[in-house]
């Protein structure tokens, strides 16, 4: 009885309650991050952490309390990578440059989103599961990669995470772009060229076979 | 000049794994085979540059300074074009005198024995579609080609993204040469690459006037 009292007290101060409804847009703003990141790595897997990487890291500038620290949600990502099977490859010593002190409405936050961040990882795969999403495979993504190694896009229908994970795979390739004589500033920009063309000759394809289906069904 | 015959075989070989000819998407080998023609055909591919009209009066092929005309400081080319990119389905009027760059839908990588040479497919030339005469490609030319277009004809052209627009036609070079320059500053692209004039110094200094000197 005096427990909900006090609830119903807390509920009709003004104060507490704007202190509620401001953590409750914050959690939920964390909580889409952690939702957004677990789509991204189920879609793209290493390309997403090589992204975040590139994006984030070098000088990446520090955060206000609406976002989640970077540090954690590498932790996190690191902790799904695992679970799901992919290949960590972020130098994680560079997450931890800036790291934001936690006052106390900052650590309410950190717990609160804490307790939800497994199941909203989950939700994140179930959808995409559900929609069969489809996933990076390492031996299209390898085969894919010898091509642009030869200086030619992928030449069939091809999934754009597997297009752009290997375009990640080779454009740190520095034995390639020396072999042709290139600077990595320019071999990067015909990987570029490569990836976007292959994703103009995949849809190219598709339409082809789209028209080659609904003619063969009249 | 190479049968579609031996086309159809060089780009199976490259599809077995071999350094070879390549073109993605690569053309029907069968189709190939039982071909009359000596050529391969080249869709339209998604990007078009054209020209703005500017303020200066012309471009000059050889002057450093080109479009300075009356205190006026024409802008770079770079400046001058505009890039489009058209989805598959859409359509690009070429109005009769209009001059546009097109690329070929195909990404080619030529090995280092073969050359090729780019033109308009008869049938659209006929309506007065024009490309750029005895268009070369190098050996060891890889990306797409960019494309000249032109309408000399009296009615505006139709074309659009992945319509069949020009023919290749591949020469085996006699000697072939071990280096080739695989990724010039022409190479490499899915765009139409517009590069910039290089000024040509001999005819700068014929377009002095003469000094009345002369050098011993």
Redesign the interface.
Known sequence: MNAQLSKRGMQDDVQVSELITDLTKVVLGHLEEYFCDAVGLRLFSEAYLLSLCYLCLPGFPPQGIAYPQLRDRIERLRTLATTIGLQWCVDQSQCYRYVRSLDAKSSVVAQVVDTFIPSVQQTALDILDERNAPQRDVARVERIARQFRSLVPAAGKEHLTDLINAAWLVSHDQDTAHSYGLEMSRWREVVNQMTLKSCEVSEYHERVDQYVDAKDHR | MLTPKIIAERLQRSSEGH?DL?I???PHTDSLRSSHTASVDLRL??WFTTFRSTQSSHFSTFRRDSGVTSGVIAPTAAQQEKSHYLP?GSPFILHPGQFALGVT?E?L?LPSDLSASVSVRSSLSRLGLMLATATGVHPGF???LTLELSNIGTLPIEIAP?VAICQLFFHQLEIQEKTVS??GSLA???RPVLRQVVADEIAQKLSQPPTGKRNS
């Open positions: 350094v390549q993605v998407p690569t591919g998604c598959f839908l990404w990588r890889t990306g797409c992945g695989l990724l490499g692209n899915r």
